[in-house]
């Protein structure tokens, strides 16, 4: 069954893990998926400049350098892009938390109210479907999407998307409102 819905993949690239001791976004990409179908016309990726030097080792797993992000956009310009997408959608993350922490931080840095997402995570969807905890390179190489996880926003974005679309298939497109939830208005 075809839904209505416009779902947005969405996945960011950071300085480090933890917004709350000052890493920040350096890569951003959303992905827009309607009637099962990646719209690859809607696709939004930009690296953003997050005013803060990217440790060594966190560039070394993505490959974003400081010189890459020096021109590239400011969170303002970033989060105005989200709040654009999260308008009518629902967001699509795996491990939606991490994600999500990340862009409420950005909001409250520049100064805006948090947004308040519609959101479906598939680690979620993973934990009911397989009784654990499902990494997203796991799925990628179950679902013989990938052989692995890039480590970049855009890339990383269109492979967690497929993975919706197999998991919805699984758990059956009826089922998939079930999981929809509400972040920001908490």
């Known amino acids: 069954m075809l839904d209505e819905n ?30 099962n179908k990646i719209v690859r016309k809607w696709i939004y990726h930009s690296l953003v400049n997050p005013n803060i030097r990217i440790p060594a080792l966190t560039e070394k797993i993505h490959g974003i350098s400081n ?58 969807i993973s934990r009911v479907l397989y009784n654990k905890k499902r990494s997203l390179e796991s799925l ?18 269109i492979l967690t998307a497929k993975v919706f679309l197999k998991l919805s298939e699984k758990i059956g497109y009826n089922n998939i409102n079930e999981f929809i939830r509400i972040w920001g208005d908490r």
């Open 140 to 157: 990628v190489k179950e679902f013989k999407i990938a052989d692995k996880v890039p480590h970049r926003a855009l890339e990383d974005a």
């Open 67 to 124: 010189d890459a992000i020096s021109d590239a956009p400011s969170l303002e310009t970033i989060i105005s892009n989200v709040r654009a997408y999260a308008k009518d959608t629902i967001f699509v993350m795996h491990n939606a938390y991490v994600d999500l922490s990340f862009i409420d931080i950005a909001t409250k840095e520049i100064g805006e109210f948090p947004i308040n997402f519609r959101y479906i995570d598939t680690l979620e």
């Open 6 to 35: 416009v779902y947005c993949v969405m996945d960011t690239e950071t300085t480090g893990l933890n917004p709350y001791f000052g890493d920040r976004i350096i890569e951003i990409a959303i992905v827009p998926v309607y009637k």
